[in-house]
């Protein structure tokens, strides 16, 4: 399918019409790659299903977006090797060097922010580290390495506590 713009038609610039081309392009390429014999999203439903196997983990630290971004890249090849195909965008064997990629900057992450356990005992590596302490749905997140933007003054300060009251109406919705 080609969208083509129509001159003199005052529907929009044409390089719009030429990115949606390449954007669907790209799509049907990739989504080869990634889809099952009947599902086209079938890969975000088998790591939703995967991820719920953990529900008491908070995917929101950047540690666990390495280790989702590895897992996407498993099922992908997963995916690849039960219809016995190679893959056409990324192959098999790109996929295992990402996943490889992915775990090693998810050591690195874990070094850098969060405690590790050794034979000397905890070590805290983050406090070497310059960096922003954000509070995100209410948990403290350290970012090493960052420095103090404007659009991080309403994460700076942990939210205050919310009454039983408060949370009961927010859990029926009456309130935010």
Avoid at 86 to 115: M, P, Q, S
């Amino acid at each position: 399918m080609t969208f083509n713009h129509v001159e003199g038609s005052g529907k929009g610039d044409p390089m719009f019409y030429e990115l949606t081309d390449d954007e669907i392009k790209l799509h049907d390429e990739k989504n080869q790659d990634y889809r099952s014999t009947s599902n086209p999203v079938a890969n975000f439903d088998r790591v939703a299903a995967w991820m719920a196997l953990y529900p008491d983990i908070d995917w929101a630290r950047p540690e666990m977006v390495a280790i989702l971004y590895a897992q996407k890249q498993i099922d992908s090849a997963m995916s690849l090797m039960e219809r016995g195909v190679e893959g056409g965008v990324e192959t098999v064997d790109t996929r295992a060097r990402d996943v490889h990629i992915y775990w090693k900057l998810f050591r690195v992450i874990r070094r850098k922010h969060v405690e590790v356990q050794s034979k000397a005992g905890p070590i805290r590596m983050a406090q070497d580290t310059p960096g922003v302490t954000l509070y995100l749905k209410g948990k403290p997140i350290y970012m090493a390495g960052w420095e103090m933007q404007p659009w991080m003054i309403p994460f700076l300060k942990p939210p205050k506590p919310r009454s039983l009251w408060q949370r009961f109406l927010a859990r029926i919705g009456l309130e935010g």
